[in-house]
């Protein structure tokens, strides 16, 4: 797909969705949504299903290694933004379910014919000011 249309800094974080989805499929994921809109102000970048376990994914493209690692991008606001969009999806469903918030790093870009992708599987909790229905 082409994404020329679009500004370089979101060209480069659909591939690097498109590169974590290819890559989660691999593991073995079923992926069950992307870019999934929660509310009026939280994204989940990919919504997957590990085995039995719901995995909430967030992906972090970087051109080079040097622009940080996965895990410093994601600090305690956005902990928070993922976990109130998690919580939300999970209302829905409406039954106990077991989940997880993985982080997935993509380090290239488009022209890259093998970008470097580093899994960090249970990469941190549900932020405490939620709870959950059940």
Not at 28 to 49: A, F, H, W, Y
């Amino acid at each position: 797909m082409n994404f020329s249309f679009l500004p370089a800094h979101l060209r480069s974080g659909l591939w690097g969705e498109r590169q974590a989805e290819t890559y989660l499929r691999k593991q073995g994921c079923k992926i069950l949504g992307r870019r999934v809109r929660v509310g009026n102000r939280d994204e989940i970048d990919l919504v997957v299903r590990d085995r039995e376990v719901l995995v909430f994914v967030e992906v972090k493209t970087r051109r080079e290694e040097k622009f940080g690692r996965p895990l410093d991008s994601v600090d305690r606001h956005k902990r928070h933004s993922l976990s109130r969009a998690a919580v939300r999806y999970l209302q829905r469903l409406k039954e106990p379910v077991n989940f997880r918030f993985d982080v997935v790093e993509v380090v290239g870009g488009q022209d890259d014919p093998a970008p470097v992708i580093r899994h960090v599987a249970n990469a941190f909790s549900l932020d405490r000011c939620y709870s959950l229905p059940w």
